[in-house]
């Protein structure tokens, strides 16, 4: 009995764009309650071995592509039934996409299109003004920066350690007057948080604004599983795998620069 459980059990690789220590990795983990995991799935959190710290930069954020196709490329061989990339950027998103056949799925744009469903025109709330470039690129290529409000920064540098712990008072309530602000003076009728680190303050908003407040990392989880309970994945027409690969390419990245040179 116990084997046949086993057997049929579903595993999504959640993989997190930047290198994180066991601790951290534990904070991201608890952003998916258990009780809104279905039965039969298992979530494995992983971190990239190398890159940027905070993506803070287009330099960083092609550190993540690179690092997170590392991470996933060999996850439909591991046995996993899907990937899921734990951040707002959608890093590595369309390569693991082009290499895997196994749904692949990013919380960027998977909050904008369900934002999208639920409302007319959404705001982004970020905790910092250097993420602003993560959300152009996943706008842009899902064409939906028409259906934008505004992106509201509170301007606190993130955590990847810590998260929100120890700044609630100070944090939740400025994110609580800059959603306020994007439905009075923006116009927008859907709130999603720019993080997956933010998902602390995940409660606390929906409970104080009357709007729709979207949870990017437990949207592409639940995303996940819905693919996997419908049997669908990318298409790969519209995804299509490398003609030739190279196996170098697969290979741990190690990749050092010398930026004072």
Request: aromatic share 6%; net charge negative; charged share 20%.
């Amino acid at each position: 009995m116990a084997g046949r459980q086993i057997d049929q059990q579903r595993r999504i690789k959640m993989i997190l764009p930047v290198p994180m220590t066991p601790e951290a990795l534990a904070g991201f983990a608890r952003q998916i309650p258990p009780h809104l995991v279905s039965s039969g799935i298992a979530v494995d959190f992983v971190a990239v071995s190398g890159g940027g710290a905070l993506l803070d930069s287009h330099y960083e954020s092609t550190l993540a592509d690179a690092f997170v196709l590392e991470a996933g490329a060999s996850a439909e061989k591991e046995g996993y039934s899907a990937v899921c990339v734990n951040s707002m950027s959608d890093s590595g998103l369309s390569a693991l996409r082009s290499l895997l056949t196994i749904p692949v799925v990013g919380p960027g744009a998977a909050s904008l299109l369900l934002a999208c469903m639920l409302g007319k025109k959404f705001s982004i709330l970020t905790m910092w003004d250097r993420w602003a470039h993560l959300y152009d690129k996943v706008l842009a290529e899902q064409g939906l920066t028409h259906r934008l409000a505004s992106i509201r920064s509170i301007g606190v540098r993130p955590d990847t350690i810590e998260l929100l712990s120890g700044k609630e008072e100070f944090v939740f309530p400025e994110l609580e007057r800059e959603g306020r602000a994007a439905l009075e003076e923006d116009g927008a009728d859907v709130l999603i948080l720019g993080s997956t680190t933010m998902y602390q303050a995940h409660e606390f908003l929906a409970e104080r604004l009357s709007v729709p407040v979207l949870n990017p990392g437990l949207i592409a989880f639940k995303l996940c599983e819905t693919l996997l309970d419908l049997g669908l994945s990318h298409s790969k027409l519209a995804y299509r795998p490398p003609e030739r690969l190279s196996p170098l390419a697969l290979e741990p990245l190690h990749l050092k620069f010398d930026l004072n040179r």
